[in-house]
C-alpha cells in the first residue's frame, strides 16, 4: 500500500507545483511582455481615470450617447454574472421583452422609421457585448445628434469613423464599440449641458 501512496504524492506535488505554479506564471508573464494592454483587460482611459473596457459593454440611457445591446447579465453588463437569459424563440418573456425594447426604442428614436436592427433587441450570449452593427448605430444617429445640437450628418461620419472591419477581412462582422464612438461623440461634439 505505501510503495504506491509515496509515489502518488510525490507525482501530486511535483504537478501541482508544475501546472499550477509554473505554468501560469510562464503564462500571464508572455502574455504581459507581448499582450501588456489585452492581459491587462484592455482598459480605457480619459484624463487619466479608468472609464471602461474596450471588452465589455456599458449601460448608456442618456438621449446624447449611443446606447448598447441589450443585457441578460445581472443588473446589465455585470462581469460577475456573464450570460445569456437562454429563453427560446418561444418563450414568451423573450417575446415580452423584445416587444417593450421595442417600443422603448421607437419612443427614444422617433425620427427612425425602418426595421429595428436585430442586435438592439437581442441580447449577446454572454450579456457583455461591448459592439453594435453599424446599422444600429446609424439607427440611433437622429437621437444623438438631436441631443448634442448638431447636423445628423456629423454623428453619421463619425460613426462611419469608428467602424471597425472584419478581422483579417473575412472574420466577424462589421462592428462599432459603443464605449469607444461615445467618448469620440464627447470629445469631438461635447455634449451641451
Given at each position: 500500500m505505501l510503495q504506491q501512496f509515496w509515489p502518488a504524492v510525490r507525482i501530486t506535488l511535483v504537478l501541482t507545483v508544475l501546472t499550477g505554479m509554473l505554468y501560469p506564471a510562464l503564462v500571464t508573464g508572455i502574455a504581459q511582455a507581448i499582450f501588456h494592454q489585452q492581459a491587462n483587460g484592455s482598459l480605457i482611459e480619459v484624463n487619466g481615470k479608468v472609464v471602461g473596457s474596450e471588452l465589455i459593454g456599458q449601460k448608456f440611457s442618456k438621449p446624447e450617447y449611443f446606447q448598447g445591446r441589450p443585457s441578460a447579465a445581472g443588473?446589465?453588463?455585470?462581469?460577475?454574472?456573464?450570460?445569456?437569459?437562454?429563453?427560446?424563440?418561444?418563450?414568451?418573456?423573450?417575446?415580452?421583452?423584445?416587444?417593450?425594447?421595442?417600443?422603448?426604442?421607437?419612443?427614444?428614436?422617433?425620427?427612425?422609421?425602418?426595421?429595428?436592427?436585430?442586435?438592439?433587441?437581442?441580447?449577446?450570449?454572454?450579456?457583455?457585448?461591448?459592439?453594435?452593427?453599424?446599422?444600429?448605430?446609424?439607427?440611433?444617429?437622429?437621437?444623438?445628434?438631436?441631443?448634442?445640437?448638431?447636423?445628423?450628418?456629423?454623428?453619421?461620419?463619425?460613426?462611419?469613423?469608428?467602424t471597425q472591419a472584419r478581422q483579417l477581412g473575412f472574420l466577424g462582422e462589421p462592428r462599432v464599440n459603443v464605449l469607444k464612438l461615445n467618448l469620440a461623440l464627447d470629445s469631438t461634439y461635447p455634449a451641451k449641458r
Open positions: 443588473d446589465g453588463y455585470d462581469a460577475a454574472n456573464s450570460g445569456a437569459s437562454n429563453f427560446g424563440p418561444t418563450n414568451q418573456k423573450l417575446v415580452d421583452r423584445i416587444k417593450a425594447d421595442s417600443e422603448k426604442f421607437r419612443k427614444e428614436n422617433p425620427d427612425f422609421s425602418g426595421p429595428i436592427p436585430a442586435d438592439l433587441l437581442t441580447a449577446s450570449a454572454s450579456g457583455l457585448d461591448p459592439d453594435l452593427s453599424p446599422a444600429s448605430a446609424a439607427a440611433q444617429v437622429p437621437r444623438v445628434a438631436k441631443a448634442r445640437g448638431i447636423a445628423p450628418a456629423q454623428v453619421q461620419e463619425l460613426v462611419e469613423r469608428s
